[in-house]
């Protein structure tokens, strides 16, 4: 596994260049200091706002800033991530749509990236792309959720995309936890956590959502966390470019509503914990299955080539129209008042 | 950047052969070939009785339109999909039944909230639930009017033939771009299977509503009664979002003003279009003191009815609302003008007879028929009897 990247002073640099993007500093909030142990600590109030330029920044809306994503939250690691893929790509993001489905993870480019966006009812993010993507092959249609969102109520929709294998890439921000409506079980809690809604316990199982992907049929599907920041981009990068169905789940730390009950308040350990439990796929090759029961495998799990739903559509078309043009030919131009009859 | 080029002449030509044949089919196929006339170009769709005709046949129809037909894994994925298909630029459609139609509600009131122009057929059978799958019904009256939580008004379309299957289908196309909602196509499981003579226009002497495309910068959620759309490739950035929203897309859920305005003005678009969205079969009779209202496949042996009662000596006025939804006050009024009892015969418990009582003065008699089986001429004409002794 590589991590060069993490190396690349560039990265650093972009957080705090003056340079920015020529447009309005963006007002910063104040949001104290976090310490690990005793939680938020709030400084004395700066003198003057401060405000912040960022390169990237123009690929937000600016109005919208700053996000509402609670403090230690992954959702802003993924849209930095998401952003910087976009940008190295170079994609125009008037050529992108983004749609999202109902939770906190569907917020990270709704309304915060700046480009087409259809932010969609609960679940169903998925079914409503399918239909964009259809009428706009020539769009980058890109799909963030959660894992409530895509994996819960939307998770049929989710593996019937797969198997059909169009053109589409999503990002399933998972966090274990309904996040949005106060910290309930969700279909990726571990086993034996305690929620709002367990609080006996867990005694359902998780899914393995990537996993469950690859096995429908997905042309592309990676696992990686917020920890994982510069293999998230990369991976990004190839889900964007992969022609057919693109899958990456992106576990991520949620402090606030997944820390409610499991005692895993604070982000930073909850980051440590998703980089001490992450193995990578071509290291877990050789682990037996037992000794990665609570381990999380990461990196790409599946990339393989199929016929694309999309290109089989415009294929039935086209051989539809010659079969047909041979018969109007015969037919129809001889006859030109063809086009005035009917009612 | 633009989709993949249309062939329009090579649509034309073959719309014209469509045309130049007479066709002996059912409700279902006409209302599919009306939505290819009507220049429906994406259709996403599960199979339901007595609604899968109309995705067979636009299947088969779509590819020769250089249209875009998808089976989906249920209908919260179709109506989904219809949706987003409208956004990037289709005249999109899906077709269903009770069942399926009742899963569609949430995302109905999704396509309401953010004025998505698109089609819902609904070909109506007998519930609730399963029901009697095969069998007919006008169950879904209120369900179309009320089915999506939430304030808001509705288009719903209700044809009596094959023919008008096809004709209303343009209309409804042209509605839904007009006023940017979903139109919902009300058929039932009689007039759904019922195989008649069917004529389709002239591709030449189509006259559709084309999609009222805004302007750069313009807002698309407000500024005017139905204000022009931007879609997505448009450039424009536009955020489209079921949740409460500003004149400019941005989600603004805590200012109740917001909401107020939003809300009042999707329901105004079309109240106050009520008049001009009403389509109203009227055939008075003078004197006539006994009248009959009926819509669907209700208003074939309503008619037949009101003919023999006319043979007999009777004097019935008949009037049939094409349009249900927004219901046609002012054409339901004039035509009970004088009357002293409506005969409503509904294939339901009464659920339009509810509706017009509202807004007539004259007294409202339901003949309502459940268990799948259409009223007879015979039954009818025997209420018509009663009720002018």
């Known amino acids: ?64 800033l700053p996000t509402t994503f609670c403090v230690g939250c992954g959702g802003g690691t993924v849209l930095n991530a998401f952003a910087h893929a976009v940008d190295e790509m170079r994609i125009d993001p008037k050529t992108i749509v983004c749609v999202t489905g109902i939770g906190c993870s569907s917020w990270i480019p709704s309304p915060y990236f700046l480009c087409d966006t259809l932010h969609t009812t609960h679940g169903r993010a998925i079914a409503f792309a399918t239909g964009v993507k259809v009428m706009r092959p020539d769009m980058k249609v890109i799909i963030i ?97 992969k022609r057919g169905f693109s899958f990456v789940e992106i576990l991520s730390q949620c402090p606030v509503s997944f820390g409610k009950m499991t005692g895993m308040g604070d982000p930073v350990a909850q980051l440590k914990d998703l980089r001490d439990r992450s193995i990578h796929i071509d290291d877990a090759k050789d682990v037996p299955e037992d000794e990665l029961k609570n381990r999380f495998v990461v990196g790409k799990l599946v990339e393989h080539r199929r016929a694309e739903f999309g290109d089989g559509l415009q294929e039935l078309i086209a051989r539809r129209r010659e079969a047909l043009s041979d018969e109007l030919d015969a037919g129809l131009r001889q006859d030109t008042s063809a086009l005035e009859t009917g009612r | 950047m633009s989709r993949p080029a249309e062939n329009r002449q090579f649509t034309d030509l073959y719309l014209a052969r469509l045309a130049g044949q007479e066709h002996f089919i059912q409700g279902d196929e006409a209302a599919a070939l009306g939505a290819i006339f009507a220049g429906c170009n994406f259709f996403g769709g599960y199979p339901i009785t007595p609604a899968s005709e109309v995705a067979e046949v636009m299947a088969r129809e779509l590819p020769s339109v250089g249209g875009y037909y998808v089976q989906f894994e249920d209908e919260l994925a179709s109506i989904s999909a219809v949706i987003g298909a409208a956004w990037a630029g289709a005249r999109s459609m899906t077709a269903t039944s009770g069942p399926g139609f009742s899963l569609m509600q949430e995302n109905i009131g999704y396509a309401c909230m953010t004025e998505t122009p ?38 719903a379309l209700a044809p009596s ?54 302007s750069p910068g313009q807002p698309v959620f407000g500024g005017e009664a139905v204000p022009p759309m931007h879609e997505f490739g448009d450039g424009e950035n536009v955020h489209v979002t079921g949740s409460t929203h500003r004149e400019d897309g941005l989600r603004d859920v805590q200012t109740a003003e917001v909401h107020d305005r939003l809300v009042r003005r999707l329901v105004a ?69 004088g009357l002293q009892r409506l005969l409503v015969p509904e294939m339901n418990l009464g659920q339009l007879s509810r509706e017009i009582e509202r807004h007539v003065d004259c007294e409202v008699i339901p003949l309502p028929k459940i268990g799948g089986v259409i009223h007879t001429s015979r039954e009818i004409l025997a209420a018509i009897t009663e009720a002018d002794s």
């Open chain 2, 269 to 337: 678009k079309i109240e106050n279009a009520r008049k001009k969205i009403a389509l109203v079969d009227i055939d008075t009779d003078d004197g006539a003191s006994v009248g009959v209202l009926a819509y669907g496949a209700t208003a074939r042996p309503a008619k037949g009815a009101v003919l023999r009662a006319r043979a007999e000596g009777h004097r019935v006025g008949f009037v049939r609302p094409v349009t249900i939804w927004p219901f046609p006050i002012d054409e339901i009024q004039r035509a009970c003008d």
């Open chain 2, 118 to 155: 698109c089609v819902i057929v609904d070909v109506q059978r007998s519930g609730p639930s399963t029901g009697q799958a095969t069998l007919p019904a006008q169950g879904d009256v209120m369900q179309a009017r009320w089915g999506t939580h939430g304030d808001h008004e509705i288009i």
């Open chain 1, 1 to 64: 596994m590589t991590l060069r990247r993490l190396a690349d002073p560039e990265f650093f640099e972009a957080f705090d260049t003056v340079e920015g993007d020529g447009g309005e500093p963006v007002l910063q909030p104040d949001y104290g200091i976090r310490d690990p142990l005793d939680g938020l600590v709030l400084d004395d109030a700066p003198a003057a706002p401060r405000t912040s330029h960022h390169r990237l920044l123009k690929y937000l809306r600016r109005e919208v």
């Open chain 1, 145 to 241: 959720a959660g894992d409530g969102d895509l994996a819960g109520i939307g998770g049929n929709h989710l593996i019937h995309a797969a198997r059909r294998n169009l053109d589409l890439t999503v990002f399933l921000v998972n966090n274990f936890i309904y996040g949005m409506t106060g910290g309930q079980v969700s279909p990726t809690t571990p086993f034996g956590a305690k929620t709002t809604t367990t609080p006996y316990r867990n005694v359902e199982h998780p899914f393995k959502i990537a996993d469950i992907v690859a096995a429908a049929g997905g042309s592309y599907v990676a696992r990686w966390t917020t920890y994982h920041a510069f293999q998230l981009m990369e991976s990004m990068q190839n889900a964007i470019d």
């Open chain 2, 161 to 214: 033939s094959a023919q008008e299957c096809a004709d209303l289908m343009i209309r409804a196309f042209d509605l839904a771009e007009e006023y940017r909602t979903p139109v919902i196509f009300l058929m039932d499981g009689e007039i759904g299977h019922l195989r008649e003579r069917v004529v389709l226009p002239s591709p030449k002497s189509l006259r559709r509503t084309e999609r009222r495309k805004a």
